[in-house]
């Protein structure tokens, strides 16, 4: 549609002062631009493609919702407010709509969130820009430069420092847990448009340059319109993998450098002095689940498990092909200008007289430039490797790779070379050194009691005596073994840096740690460590409430046996232990799985000390808070004092990976929050009091009986509740979105024992109840502070000064302002049992209402989320655009529940999972 040029700038001054203002007023302004012009080129789109018919019914849908949610505001509504004539109305519209009609309305309103997470994503880029331009303000938190500066002001000074700098080790795991629901080609589309709005800052900019980023915008939102968004067929463990590789080229690979270079330039800012970048030490890998897990998905063979691993060898193979060449494009010294160190021309002399042949050939190059004729070689060996790594001229190892780099650096440095050697070498350097020549570390995981099952079948002391011959293995335990010879294998074919560790779901004793260290040797696997090879360390994996309490018993019987012993003493008396957050949650609560955790992780560490072991936990998050999810910074400082080695893994899942990962200035930004909340509980300063932490941790205790006792009553083991949950929510349509390989149940029983958590938390999230996040923590915490003045005066106390108890509350206050009981009521009406519909919703309610007046009483605020500003103004903006959905998410339901069926209703139900999930950036 004919309108003027949405981005021209007509103050040039006025538009720079705006990406670099700190006023709340002036700084949001571009944000609001951008959301307006994305939604009206959306609207011309609507048009064009489909008509002022449908941008008619969008635009109704949307002012009746905003018309709605103002009343709310006006009237100070309950969560179950008076249902106004605006929502009355909104459901008629929506009732009346054929299926297509609907999915179409679904389209325009997911496609608008879609654009409106760009422009927040951009936002957040452009305010770390500007917050990087006021070097007068105390540092943004979280930022390694805070951090440095706070370590400082502690007394500590920079030596000391960079030793605990030394001992941190962050490790983001990618896992396909299926929580991204957004397909491939679409996060493509994604990103072409992020990049034209991030141009859209760049000034001076002419009248032109905006037109034409314009237009490229349009034309990308044109191309996600006539896309499906919502898969046609079940994504592949190889489609789930490519997923996870496409973060790594475009973002995470180049941007390791660039965390290197600021965290040298906040040692100076703050200390004065700075090492170089080459000599800070290694503090970030990355490691994937992607074709290594097991647990619950048969579609995770060993071929499959193969393919990743070459994938991932040739995603990186491939990207130091192209650094490679760069560099030697850029390398053109002359020893006619310059000398070469003895050491790089004797290296040129051994490689002219063993690789011959060489296309093209060195010779090509002048005779004097000797860097390029040696990287020559040097490139010839690296695509041998790549692409027929049994030639005995190819790089065996990413060592021997270095090695030859590190010559070139050296030689530049001594021949006054040093700026080439720090922007062009080190970097590559640091990348050899994180990615190797396998990319990410892949976990192997499957279930305990596979393992327990395989060591009946196969050593169950059958063939004593006369006792008869056993029966062949069944086809579990066949697998099974075919996952470890298979692991064998590929730990002699890959680097053996790509497979070090084997997961094991639902560890509960010894003999569960052990069943895996006895199968994998039984099958070739070296298990124990050597100098070339790490082995296959065993990572029990406690995820309920009552494996959390006995996991320190459990590891110490462990840790104190003599042949385990020997298992640690070749791993460097070091172990990995991994805790799950969703499982507990589903099983005890999020208070009761909160305090666990936190006790399992700090008594885990105290008998690590007693054993003489260095412990690296894993901590099994997932994206939504009800899965372990919420700000990483916080949770890693929330960790127990003096209960942390440095070390830590850590699942990104989801649609967290693309919140984190999809972006340069983003992907820097996560990383060194993890980096930094590491160094921060490391070199902790501030523990505090003996009588005081015990005075809060018998709160909890006491809080947290409370809320489990209550939980299991009500949740749990309320018969009541599996049924509201299967009728009151769209957990039964979750295969339609096909946002994953796995299926949602371990297996064929109904119970919710059996449900996995991320269904668990997608149906509450979906229809509004977001129950994961809070239920149980009113009820605890006002029996508490029903006990008394003091009582009351000590959660404030620890709201402000116990750092775990502040990481609890203000999960469970995102998680709140996320429901909608206006909108659950209408999920809560699909339960044709009207008893069971009322008792459940009603005490849902209940707890809501006690959770949400307790929560504000401790933090002293008058409504939720009032002391995070922006995250309350993103979810109030967004709330009108997320209910139409629900309305139509709702309307779909019914529909089918009464019977009818068809394809076009699946996909239109997927296709508003697709936009609710967008609109509240969260899906299970």
């Not at 000391?160 to 957004?182: I, K, M, Q």
């Not at 997961?503 to 010894?510: L, P, T, Y």
């Not at 769209?730 to 064929?748: C, D, F, K, M, T």
């Not at 209402?849 to 009483?857: A, F, K, P, Q, Y």
Request: glycine share 8%; hydrophobic share 40%.
């Amino acid at each position: 549609m004919a309108h003027e040029p949405l981005w021209t700038v007509q103050d040039q001054a006025r538009h720079l002062a705006e990406l670099t203002a700190d006023e709340a007023a002036l700084k949001e302004a571009p944000l609001r631009r951008d959301v307006r012009s994305l939604g009206m080129l959306l609207g011309d789109v609507i048009r064009e493609q489909e008509g002022d018919e449908l941008y008619a019914a969008v635009e109704e849908l949307r002012h009746l919702a905003m018309s709605h949610r103002e009343a709310e505001d006006a009237e100070g509504a309950s969560v179950e407010g008076p249902v106004d004539e605006a929502m009355r109305r909104a459901e008629q519209v929506v009732d009346g709509m054929p299926v297509d009609s609907a999915y179409r309305l679904t389209k325009a309103f997911s496609i608008y969130f879609e654009l409106t997470n760009l422009a927040e994503t951009n936002h957040r880029k452009r305010r770390r820009r500007a917050t990087a331009l006021h070097a007068d303000q105390a540092p943004q938190p979280g930022t390694f430069h805070g951090t440095l500066l706070r370590l400082r002001d502690a007394g500590l000074d920079a030596e000391t420092v960079l030793r605990h700098l030394s001992r941190v080790r962050v490790v983001p795991v990618f896992t396909a847990h299926p929580t991204e629901v957004s397909r491939r080609t679409v996060l493509f589309k994604r990103r072409r448009i992020a990049e034209a709005l991030e141009h859209l800052d760049r000034l001076p900019m002419t009248d032109a340059e905006a037109a034409g980023h314009e237009a490229a915008i349009a034309a990308e939102i044109t191309a996600i319109w006539q896309t499906d968004e919502v898969r046609r067929r079940q994504p592949s463990v190889t489609d789930e993998a490519k997923m996870g590789l496409d973060y790594y080229p475009g973002v995470l690979i180049p941007t390791l450098p660039a965390l290197y270079f600021e965290m040298a330039d906040a040692f100076r800012r703050a200390f004065g002095q700075a090492p170089p970048p080459r000599e800070l030490p290694q503090v970030v890998r990355f490691g994937s689940w992607i074709g290594g897990d097991r647990d619950g998905n048969p579609f995770v063979t060993p071929d499959v498990t193969r393919k990743v691993l070459r994938l991932a060898r040739e995603a990186i193979l491939d990207y130091y092909v192209t650094d490679l060449e760069a560099l030697t494009e850029r390398l053109s010294s002359s020893t006619l200008q310059v000398p070469v160190s003895p050491e790089l021309a004797d290296a040129l002399e051994r490689y002219t007289q063993t690789i011959p042949s060489l296309d093209p050939t060195p010779e090509a190059r002048s005779t004097t430039e000797t860097y390029r004729r040696f990287l020559g070689y040097v490139g010839w060996r690296l695509r041998a490797a790549r692409d027929e790594p049994a030639n005995p001229h190819a790089y065996p190892d990413a060592a021997a790779f270095a090695a030859d780099l590190r010559l070139v650096r050296e030689s530049l440095v001594r021949n006054r070379g040093e700026r080439p050697a720090r922007l062009l070498l080190g970097p590559l350097l640091r990348k050899v050194e994180t990615f190797g020549f396998h990319l990410h570390t892949l976990d192997i995981r499957q279930h305990a009691r596979f393992h327990e099952r395989a060591m009946a079948e196969l050593f169950g002391g059958a063939g004593e005596g006369d006792a008869p011959l056993p029966p062949p293995p069944s086809e579990e335990t066949m697998q099974l073994l075919e996952t470890f010879r298979a692991v064998a294998e590929l730990k002699r074919t890959y680097p053996a840096d790509a497979v070090q560790t084997y997961v094991i779901s639902g560890a509960r004793s010894v003999e569960d740690v052990l069943a895996v260290v006895r199968l994998a040797e039984t099958s070739g696997v070296r298990v124990a460590g050597t100098e070339d090879d790490p082995g296959l360390m065993p990572v029990p994996l406690f995820e309920s409430i009552e494996d959390l309490r006995n996991a320190p018993g459990v590891c110490r019987a462990l840790w104190t046996r003599e042949d385990y012993g020997r298992l640690l003493d070749s791993w460097g008396r070091r172990q990995e232990v991994m805790l799950g957050y969703s499982d507990s949650n589903k099983d005890g609560g999020m208070l009761t799985s909160t305090w666990e955790i936190y006790k399992a992780h700090r008594e885990l560490h105290r008998v690590a000390r007693e054993c003489g072991v260095t412990l690296r936990l894993f901590h099994g998050r997932g994206g939504t808070v009800g899965r372990g999810g919420g700000p990483t910074h916080r949770a890693i400082t929330s960790q127990p004092a003096g209960a942390f080695d440095g070390e830590i893994k850590i699942t990104e899942q989801g649609e967290v990976l693309n919140w984190k990962y999809s972006d340069p200035v983003l992907a820097e930004r996560s990383l060194e929050l993890m980096v930094a909340a590491s160094l921060d509980a490391l070199a902790r300063t501030d523990a505090p009091e003996p009588a005081q932490e015990e005075r809060w941790e018998r709160a909890m205790e006491e809080m947290s009986a409370d809320a489990f006792g209550f939980y299991r009553e009500k949740i749990a083991e309320n018969a009541d509740i599996l049924v509201y949950f299967q009728q009151g929510t769209p957990v039964g349509e979750l295969e339609h979105a096909r946002i994953g390989s796995r299926p949602a149940r371990r297996g064929e029983t109904r119970g919710l024992d059996d449900l996995r958590a991320i269904p668990w938390v997608f149906g509450w999230m979906q229809s509004r109840h977001v129950l994961p996040a809070w239920f149980g923590v009113g009820y605890a915490m006002e029996r508490y502070a029903a006990r008394g003045a003091a009582e009351e005066a000590l959660l404030r106390e620890m709201m402000g000064a116990f750092p775990l108890f502040e990481d609890l509350i203000r999960n469970v206050e995102m998680g709140m302002a996320k429901a909608d009981f206006s909108i659950a009521r209408r999920y809560a009406a699909l339960v044709p049992d009207e008893a069971l519909r009322e008792r459940v919703f009603g005490m849902l309610v209940e707890e809501f209402e006690r959770t949400r007046r307790v929560v504000l009483r401790i933090t002293g605020q008058k409504q939720l989320l009032e002391d995070n500003p922006v995250l309350a103004r993103s979810i109030r903006l967004r709330n009108p655009y997320v209910d139409p959905l629900s309305l139509i998410q709702v309307s779909l339901l019914r529909r089918k529940r009464a019977g009818e069926e068809g394809d076009d209703l699946n996909y239109a139900l997927a296709a508003t999972i697709n936009g609710i999930s967008a609109g509240l950036r969260n899906t299970g």
